[in-house]
Every structure is written in C-alpha cells, then in structure tokens.
C-alpha cells in the first residue's frame, strides 16, 4: 500500500466523519424546532382534551425516533474515528517494521500484521495468516543469512500454495527434495519443466521437517551455497527472485517472475524488506 493510498483512505474516513457529525448537527437543530412547536401548540387552547393527548404522543414519537437518529449517528461518528485510529497504528507500524534495521544491520523480529489491507486487500484469511506465521522466521533468517524476508515469504507461498499444499509432515513449505538429505523424507507427486516450457509430473522424495522453523533454517542452508551467492548479495526483490532461478532453484521457466508478480508485489511482501 503506497502514501497515496493511505492518505486517500485516511481522508475517506476524515470526511465520512465530518459528514456523519454535520448530520447529526442537522438533526439535533431540527429537534431544537420540533420541541419549540411542541410547546407553542400545547399552549393554544384550541388544542385541549383527546387533540392535545393525540398531538403530545405525535410529538414524543418524532422526537423518540430523532433521539434514536441522533444515537446512531454517533455510534458511526465513534466507529469511523476509531477506524482511522487503526488505520493509523497500523500504518505506523507497518512504516517502523520498514525502517527497522539496526546499526549492526538487523531486523527487528515481528509477529507480523493481522490485517489483511497490508498484505492484500483480497486475500484469503489462510493467505494471510500463513504470511504472519512465517514471518518471524523470514526476518530471523534475514538477520543470519542476508536472504531477504520477501524471498523467502515468497517462495514458501509459491511452493506451498501459503501453506495449502506440503508434503509429509507439512512442514517442507519451500519444496526442497531430498538430494543430499540424510533426515526423514517424504515422496510426492510434483510437475516439472522443460527448457520449453513443456510442464511433466514425476514422482519425487522430498525433504521432511518437524516444524516450519527447522524448514526455514534448511531453506536458508540450500540458499548458502556458493551457486546462490547472488540471492543473498541481492540489493531488492527482483533481482533476489532472479537470482534464485538462475541458480537452478526450480524448473519453472517463469519462476522468478511468477515470484516477484503473482506474490512479492501482488501480496506486498517487500514491506519488511530492508532499506537498502
């Protein structure tokens, strides 16, 4: 979300709670001029008996249902106020988390963001909340290894479907077969491409985890060999993403831009990315 965004929306909400309180302003005037009638009626003579009964419920009824306007007003002057005190929070926040980087070059550790407006306005609760749970451990590895936190987030999206789609235990959300691996393996079903393009299915042992902080730690061993030393040198996102499929990541012949389009961008991934 660029400034332009936040302050369009910080001004939406600034004039939908001046309009709201104006209504409201209105509303109490006019019930100001219908309790002046109510009094000049009542003291005519002519309204006397059942008509002055019949005419004081009249009133009391439009004035009950002015009370109740009026109330409702400020119940929606009082959310939108409240709203734009979140919006602010959150923004500020998420400004502080962008420029977080201490002077031995580290990133302060987050729990992540809850709203979805900060990751995407239309994403999923699950993408969301995957997004927020592999972030502590994204910054973590930022801090060891220099691989940025949009990468890995992103990568762990792309090859998990945000956590949907994981093989064995769950927990391999970055897709790592088992080469090399001496630990527990899980086999599955993948697709694979061609120089071409040409998609084909194979069935593949894949690394097994226990838990998705040992995932992240492997993820960050893997990106540590010398054919990715331009992933962690990377000064931005796009040339990180480009990076890891020229060091033979995945097969994909789009892959790195699927990363940086489809998920960085598209899920604002590089907001917890260093200022470099």
Not at 6 to 27: A, E, P, R, S
Not at 124 to 151: M, R, T
Not at 192 to 209: K, L, P, V
Request: with cysteine.
């Amino acid at each position: 979300m660029n400034n332009e965004d936040i302050n369009v929306k910080y001004d939406d909400l600034t004039t939908g709670t001046m309009t709201i309180d104006k209504l409201k302003t209105n509303v109490e005037t006019y019930k100001g001029k219908f309790i002046s009638y109510q009094e000049s009626i009542s003291g005519e003579d002519v309204f006397a008996g059942p008509l002055a009964e019949s005419a004081k419920e009249g009133f009391t009824g439009v004035l009950a249902k002015i009370d109740l306007t009026t109330e409702n007003f400020t119940t929606i002057s009082s959310y939108l106020t409240q709203a734009r005190s979140n919006y602010e929070g959150a923004d500020s926040n998420a400004k502080a988390l962008y420029l977080s980087i201490k002077e031995d070059g580290k990133l302060a550790i987050t729990e992540g963001l809850s709203g979805g407006p900060y990751v995407n306005p239309n994403a999923e609760q699950y993408q969301v909340d995957f997004i927020n749970k592999i972030l502590p451990s994204a910054l973590a590895l930022y801090n060891e290894k220099g691989i940025l936190p949009s990468l890995t987030i992103a990568q762990a999206c792309k090859e998990s479907a945000f956590g949907q789609a994981r093989p064995g235990s769950g927990y391999n959300v970055f897709g790592i077969k088992a080469s090399g691996w001496k630990g527990k393996t899980a086999n599955a079903r993948t697709g694979e491409q061609t120089a071409s393009g040409s998609t084909y299915y194979i069935n593949a042992d894949f690394r097994d985890y226990d838990t998705l902080e040992a995932a992240v730690h492997d993820y960050g061993e893997v990106l540590s060999l010398p054919r990715y030393d331009a992933v962690r040198n990377a000064k931005d996102y796009k040339e990180a993403a480009h990076a890891v499929k020229a060091g033979g990541y995945a097969t994909g012949v789009n892959y790195d831009n699927s990363l940086i389009t489809d998920y960085i961008e598209a899920y604002n991934l590089n907001q917890w990315d260093p200022v470099k």
